[in-house]
């Protein structure tokens, strides 16, 4: 499916500028915070924007880019329900990452109109649905509604909460243009409503902020420096490129209180500042939808819960030409149980926190050796992911953690049987090469404080594929990245 035009640099700011919300003046009164859940209800506007902007970009690609795909007519809606859903041959960010973003947009709609968490997840559905048979005359993709439905559910709960970090209603001038346009950048659904209601401008004394760091506690870090890719493993052949980071952690996993959905959840965002590799090359979003306290009788808070997961994963060849691509890797459709323990102080040992997750993968993707359709050259597929997250904090001197996932992907749907030369690629209905591939994920980090705020970073990450094929050779490939950086913690 051809993508509605999206700037995907607009995930730089879902990290970068909430930088600000750590530096904004603690309130005076207690009269400062807006409770969300006392915000009015709109499900009809949010339906209304959910369905204008279908519209409106349909009309853009029809009209303004003269794209054949948007030349719709009742013929291709009938048709479009009449033949069914099929697996597409978008390449890997339109359909692992620009779709989500969309489905975001969606979301947004009806939660920054005052809907909740759950509220608003229909609209995610909804809008992609609308799309997927009446604006394209491309059979509709079953991976884009899945992508697009919960991938964009992850990804605009965390800009929707992002953007609160940001927003102050009590300023005016340069600062309130300045927070009001980062809002924007950030949620841009939330912005357009702000715009339509007219609290883009309107000064207020009171029940002016939108986050309650007293409530929920937010850490954000931003990082840079040189990240070198290896290729086909290789120590001295590869290549070096600069790279800026995020890191945030939203509220506090043993929180009894505020227990919501995402009212505690991590992400970790990393783009690649050279021309030859994705601007984005990793994003990691974990979010807890509901969780219950363990009690113990160590000392040693225990808490299990159920998360939603998105990871995501590209990059292109390291030297051109070589045809070796060190790895692809999502998992934009994921949830599972999960468990977190957070030991006691130990002595220099100021913070153990071990966390384990189990999540059920209903839509991933993986480089595959083979299928080359369209924009395609990697397999979607269904299956499981293990991943483990292990931190020790040695508090003025620095910190330790091992990210390790498992991802366990079967591609059921294969392309095997059918004639590649007489087959309509746009309905060859295949998931890729029919067979499944074993990721993992070796993550170890060190920081060592300099100061106050700034880190010094140094990490590696060891990428290990293992891909069955039914009707091909197996193939592993393993290869590495390291990072040398600077932190700048808030």
Not at 98 to 118: D, E
Not at 120 to 142: C, D, K, Q, R
Not at 143 to 164: K, P, Q, Y
Not at 361 to 367: E, H, Q, R, T
């Amino acid at each position: 499916m051809k993508l509605q035009h999206i700037a995907l640099v607009c995930l730089l700011a879902l990290s970068a500028e909430s930088a600000t919300a750590q530096i904004l003046h603690r309130p005076d009164s207690i009269y400062t915070f807006t409770d969300p859940r006392l915000q009015k209800k709109h499900p009809w506007r949010a339906a209304a924007e959910t369905f204008g902007m279908n519209v409106g970009v349909w009309a853009f690609d029809r009209y303004v880019m003269n794209e054949d795909f948007a030349k719709i007519s009742i013929g291709s809606i009938r048709r479009n329900i009449k033949h069914g859903f099929v697996w597409d041959n978008d390449q890997f960010s339109t359909n692992l990452f620009a779709h989500p973003y969309h489905g975001n947009l969606y979301f947004n709609a009806a939660r920054s109109n005052g809907l909740t968490f759950w509220e608003s997840a229909p609209y995610a559905f909804a809008g992609s649905l609308m799309w997927e048979i009446a604006a394209e005359v491309e059979p509709p993709a079953i991976n884009d509604l899945m992508a697009t439905t919960l991938g964009g559910i992850a990804l605009g709960e965390v800009t929707h909460r992002m953007s609160s970090l940001v927003l102050d209603d009590s300023k005016h001038g340069f600062s309130r243009f300045t927070r009001e346009f980062l809002g924007t950048l950030i949620c841009p659904m939330r912005g357009l409503n702000r715009m339509i209601t007219g609290e883009m401008w309107k000064v207020k004394r009171s029940h002016y902020k939108y986050h309650d760091y007293d409530r929920i506690p937010v850490y954000f870090s931003i990082g840079a420096g040189d990240r070198y890719l290896a290729d086909d493993n290789h120590l001295f052949r590869g290549e070096h490129n600069p790279y800026l980071e995020f890191r945030i952690q939203y509220g506090d996993a043993f929180d009894k209180v505020n227990d919501g959905p995402y009212d505690y959840f991590t992400a970790r965002a990393t783009f690649g500042l050279s021309g030859n590799q994705p601007l984005i090359s990793q994003i990691n979003l974990m979010g807890k939808l509901w969780g219950v306290p363990l009690k113990t009788t160590t000392g040693m808070e225990m808490m299990f819960g159920i998360f939603q997961h998105f990871n995501y994963f590209d990059s292109e060849e390291v030297i051109d030409g070589s045809g070796r691509i060190p790895y692809k890797i999502s998992e934009a459709a994921s949830v599972g149980p999960g468990m977190i323990y957070k030991f006691p102080q130990m002595n220099s040992l100021v913070n153990l926190e071990q966390r384990v997750f189990l999540s059920a993968i209903l839509l991933g993707g993986s480089l595959t050796d083979y299928y080359n359709v369209i924009d395609r050259n990697y397999n979607m597929g269904s299956g499981y992911s293990i991943k483990n997250n292990t931190i020790l904090d040695f508090g003025r001197y620095g910190m330790f953690a091992l990210n390790m996932h498992l991802y366990q992907i079967f591609t059921w749907k294969g392309y095997e049987h059918k004639d590649l030369e007489t087959v309509n690629p746009l309905y060859l209905n295949a998931q890729g090469d029919k067979g499944n591939v074993m990721l993992a994920v070796v993550n170890p980090i060190i920081e060592l404080n300099l100061s106050s705020h700034f880190k010094a970073n140094m990490e590696v990450s060891y990428y290990y594929r293992h891909t069955h094929y039914s009707y091909h050779e197996d193939i592993k490939y393993k290869t590495f990245e390291t990072r040398l950086g600077l932190i700048y913690q808030f």
